[in-house]
């Protein structure tokens, strides 16, 4: 089983909001991923977590806050996001430094 | 200099043909390489994995790999119209750190 769900599949907020983004795998991976894809472009790396510990930012703006609770999930909390934040975000997985399995994307849109 | 590079297309061939992908990458420390199919609105989904010399088969897909070149390349044997998404070349520097070329968009024309 190569599943990464993620949730919610869209999302629609405003600026003033905070919401949060969840990702979940059950394939016993350790490497977890947050990217980031406007339309049209290619993944863009936000944040890596190896062993549940946060490994690569990419500086990404604080607004964007990750989490990872155990080797299962990740979050990605979101805070005073801009209308440019609207993008489909993604969640993957792997073993470090093998193949990564993508969810199917949370789609977002900041009014 | 783009740390991955890939010829954005489109690429249109017929049905039955060959497509030819190709990927060039600028550090020479990668040591793992991958091909993901993504279809519109979809996420990306992985195709195929390489990380020694030479080439690789899975049914209709031969990845190769040439790290002297430091060129990566997919080819598509009996194209299929369903084949007709972006192909993204993915490169992992170290550490997790991957980084996706910007796609090549394939069109299989019936």
């Known amino acids: 089983d190569t599943e990464v769900t993620q949730t919610p599949k869209h999302l629609v907020m405003g600026m003033t909001n905070k919401k949060s983004l969840k990702c979940e795998q059950h394939m016993g991976h350790r490497a977890m991923y947050w990217y980031k894809q406007k339309a049209k472009k290619p993944p863009e790396l936000m944040f890596v977590y190896s062993y549940e510990k946060l490994s690569i930012n990419e500086s990404v703006p604080s607004r964007f806050s990750p989490e990872c609770p155990n080797s299962s999930l990740l979050n990605l909390h979101l805070h005073a996001l801009q209308p440019e934040d609207s993008a489909l975000y993604l969640c993957a997985s792997s073993q470090p430094s093998y193949e990564q399995y993508f969810g199917p994307g949370t789609r977002l849109t900041v009014t | 200099q783009k740390e991955v590079e890939q010829n954005s297309g489109p690429l249109s061939v017929p049905e039955g043909a060959i497509a030819s992908l190709n990927c060039t990458y600028s550090?020479?420390?990668?040591?793992?390489f991958f091909w993901y199919r993504q279809y519109s609105g979809k996420s990306p989904e992985l195709i195929m994995s390489i990380y020694s010399n030479g080439d690789k088969e899975d049914g209709r897909f031969t990845a190769q790999l040439n790290k002297a070149s430091q060129y990566v390349s997919l080819l598509i044997r009996d194209s299929q119209p369903s084949d007709s998404a972006t192909y993204l070349c993915a490169v992992n520097k170290a550490r997790n750190d991957m980084r996706f070329g910007a796609g090549t968009r394939l069109t299989v024309k019936p």
């Open positions: 550090d020479r420390v990668s040591q793992s």
